[in-house]
C-alpha cells in the first residue's frame, strides 16, 4: 500500500489541445474564439483550486493575467523551427514559451523523430540556456 503526500502530488487541467485550431473550436466548443474557452477552462481551474494547466504557449499570457503565478504552466507545442510542419497549430519554439512564463516544457516529436535525438536535446537545451 501506497500512502500519497499532497505535497507531491500536482493535478492539472488540459485547456485545448495544441492541434485544435479555430475551426475544430467551433465544432467542438461551439465557440470561435480559442481565447474565450481557454479562459473559461482556467477560471474553472482555479475554481475547483488546480495546481496549474497544460496549454498551448499561445495561452500563457491569457493565463498568466487570470491566474498570475498561482498555478503551474505546462505547455506542449513546443516546436523548433524546422518542425512546424507537423499537426501542431498553435506551437512555439522553447526560447518564446520560456520567455512568456511557462513553467514546463513538453518536447516530443523534435526529439522522437530526430536522427540523431542525443544531439537535438543538446541543441534544445543549448537555445534554452541563452535564455
Known amino acids: 500500500i501506497a500512502i500519497l503526500n ?3 502530488i500536482k493535478i492539472l487541467g488540459v485547456s485545448i ?4 485550431d479555430t475551426n475544430q473550436a467551433k465544432k467542438y466548443y461551439n465557440l470561435d474564439n480559442i481565447k474565450d474557452i481557454v479562459q473559461k477552462f482556467v477560471k474553472y481551474a482555479i475554481e475547483n483550486k488546480l495546481d496549474g494547466v497544460v496549454c498551448s504557449p499561445h495561452e500563457i499570457e491569457i493565463i498568466k493575467k487570470l491566474a498570475g503565478n498561482n498555478l503551474c504552466i505546462v505547455t506542449p507545442g513546443i516546436r523548433i523551427e524546422k ?26 516529436r523534435p526529439i522522437t523523430q530526430s536522427s540523431d535525438p542525443l544531439n537535438e536535446i543538446i541543441s534544445i537545451n543549448s537555445s534554452i540556456e541563452k535564455i
Not at 489541445?17 to 485544435?20: D, G, H, N, R
Not at 499537426?87 to 518536447?107: H, S
Open 6 to 8: 499532497k505535497k507531491n
Open 83 to 108: 518542425y512546424s510542419n507537423d499537426d501542431q497549430k498553435r506551437f512555439m519554439t522553447p526560447r518564446e514559451a520560456i520567455n512568456l512564463g511557462a513553467n514546463y516544457l513538453v518536447i516530443g
Open 17 to 20: 489541445l495544441t492541434s485544435i
